[in-house]
């Protein structure tokens, strides 16, 4: 794993400095500690920092070149099937000087241009420059796991993994983009391909830029499809597919040279994850696993039966976070504002288990392979609960609801049963992005100053999910939905928490559930095979019916989460009533005051929890004070 930058003047009479190309990679260092290095010839500059972990020796110094010197290359990530590639270039004459995976995609692109990512199998980020052609290749791979922004600026195209890097370029102004913004308090994150910054835009996952003589093209290579379905006699023959690709899958993901381990949550994927590691690994499994002191956000005990069963050397922390210390940490390695809460568990974990490890398989992208969240389950309810006449829904259930007293819990069975019966009035696809969203329009309406309302108010966020469901191929709804998730939450959410997390530690995180084979096989099966009645992860669940204990397989989902209302009201009240009614943030002119107000008083006297939406709002206002004030840490 490492961190990638660069320069290209669309004038080739233009000089990139040097320095530059140093001080964008030396932000980068943590993505890559061992080792850095540059190229630097007139009008192009690619900068590398290095986290060994194939062939760790001096022989995969990057950038890399090739025989003749007239192609470079800068990597970020894994290609698990190298070696199948490597021997076909051996047979057809490329000559090899390090065992690294970098080499090969540099000779793979030798003999198929940028045809090469159809065959490359992992999670990447790379860059070539091809001197022969003048062309600048980018690539991102097909789920996103790896990371690459670009700008455009001064007539020049600068890319890096981080956005951090970009803005060393003095040429860079940070400016913040309402839309991205206005996107943001809807889902948590900002969706692709904007970024918070104006003019800095993320490379979508499975897409690549091509820059040839001052012309950029962006081009897509992968999508998933969910229209052919596997049709197979028995139930048996569907689990012994699945186990036949996750446990290759799993195998490609434990070559490393260095240091090797796994999370280990105590969820089915992650058990999963472990279960096949202890079957084909020759020593005992390092797992790592964190908890928290209060047992609602505690999963400790189920990741300690799974330690057991499969006799892992388990490491178990249990933490007591400082949420002010480590605010301005994660507002600085997520670059731009991140206001999903596990960010902070994820963080942790990375740290602790960096102690005993450089590379950490883990579970994630089962959920949306194979229907694990339980707003999958929700939308299924919601299609019987509407079959039941209007009069006794509004005048009847809403009421008797309504009664019910406030829980501060947000997995109380009245919470969420309030969030299902208030979201049923949309249609299917508003309604899901209504389950999922922080602020919705109302609430945007109420929150906004008049300027900035009238600025964004040709965009509704919704859209954006709503438009997702009509590009997927899929026949049903669930498929569909799934769909969705993989081209949004997953890349824009999920798999950028847990990079950045891992990465801020120097740590690699792999995902054999991303696999993409993996992937295309969960979308080929029938729905009722991933969403069985009321049971998620149907398929799943009876692979490794003889694996994990059903206290595992059985169990209800908890999710990776923090007592953030609890925070909001007491380690973190004062700080935040300091910060978000502060002179400086109301004068933005972005969020009227006295709707901040409301939202803080709401919540410190429990008549409502805005825990997340006060949380996306303090995360932006550090933001903005670090990356556009460059202030002080915490600006206050």
Known sequence: MCGICGKVYFDPSRQVAPSLITTMASVLQHRGPDDHGAFVNGHVGLGHQRLSIIDISSAGHQPMTNEDESIWIIFNGEIYNFEDIRKELIAKGHSF?????????????????????????????????????????????????KPLVYAIADGA?????????????????????????????TYQYVPSPLT???????LPPAHYLVLQRGTITLNSYWTISYAQKLKLPRLTDYTDSFMELFTEAVKLRLRSDVPLGAFLSGGIDSSATVALMSQLMNCPVKTFSIGFEEPEYNETNYAALVAKKFQTEHTEFIVRPDA??????????????????????????????????????????????????????????????????????????KKLL???????????????????????????????????????????????????????????????IVSLYARSDAASFLDKTLFVDVMSYLPDDLLVKVDIAAMAHSLEARSPFLDHKLMEFAASLPPHLKLRGVQSKYLLKKAFAHLLPDEVLYRKKMGFGVPLDRWLRNELKQMTREILLEKRTVERGLFREKAIHQLIEEHQTRRADHSYRIWALLFLELWQRMFIDKSAVLGI
Request: aromatic content about 12%; some cysteine.
């Open 324 to 397: 002010i210390s480590i605010l301005p940490k994660l507002v600085w390695h997520y670059n731009e504002p991140f206001a999903d809460p596990s960010a902070i568990p994820t963080y942790y974990v990375a740290q602790l288990t960096r102690e005993h490890v450089t590379v950490a398989l883990n579970g994630d992208g089962g959920d949306e392979s194979f229907a694990g969240y339980d707003r999958y389950l929700a939308d299924r309810l919601a299609g019987y609960y509407e079959k039941i006449p209007s009069v006794v829904r509004e005048n009847i259930i």
């Open 196 to 202: 918070m910054f104006r003019g800095i835009s993320k």
């Open 402 to 464: 309504n009664m019910l007293p406030h829980q501060e819990n947000r997995r109380s069975f009245s919470r969420r049963l309030k969030r299902f019966i208030n979201a049923i009035s949309e249609g299917a696809e508003r309604r899901y992005v209504r389950w999922l969203c922080y602020f919705d329009n109302e609430m945007k309406a109420d929150l906004y100053t008049p300027a900035f309302l009238e600025k964004v108010s040709s965009v509704d966020s919704v859209n954006l």
């Open 97 to 145: 000087k390090s065992h690294t995976d970098t080499e090969t995609i540099l000779h793979l692109y030798e003999e198929e241009g940028t045809h090469c990512l159809h065959k490359l199998r992992g999670m990447f980020a790379f860059a070539i420059w091809d001197s022969r052609t003048q062309q600048l290749f980018l690539a991102r791979d097909r789920v996103g796991k």
């Open 157 to 185: 195209l600068l890319f890096a993994s981080e956005i951090k890097s970009i803005m060393q370029d003095p040429t860079v102004t940070a400016q913040v983009d309402g839309e991205a913004l206005h996107h943001y308090l």
